[in-house]
């Protein structure tokens, strides 16, 4: 039986994600295809996600929504304490 690949949405609605997940899952090294070069549009052969999906859960390694970027606060510097810097008169 040959196998059923399915583009980006149909992947997405498969596992219940959003396409941001999938994206972030193919920067991991998700499985997937582009048979007409690199700019060509992104197939998925769901077997092989899932397999996929199994080794990055036996190797202890989070799942894309672990990974997400620090909040823009969180990334901020601390601010200078004033009263550290007050000079009295």
Do not use: H
């Not at 980006?8 to 396409?19: C, N, T």
């Not at 499985?31 to 996600?49: A, C, L, T």
């Amino acid at each position: 039986m040959e196998a059923r690949y399915l583009n980006m949405q149909e992947i997405a609605d498969y596992f219940s994600v959003s396409r941001a997940t999938i994206q972030e899952w193919i920067r991991r090294g998700c499985p997937n295809i582009q048979p007409f070069g690199p700019k060509s549009r992104r197939f998925f052969d769901p077997e092989e996600v899932v397999a996929w999906l199994k080794e990055m859960q036996r190797d202890g390694k989070k799942g894309a929504r672990a990974t997400k970027k620090p909040s823009r606060r969180s990334r901020r510097k601390p601010r200078a304490n004033p009263t550290d810097d007050a000079v009295p008169f």
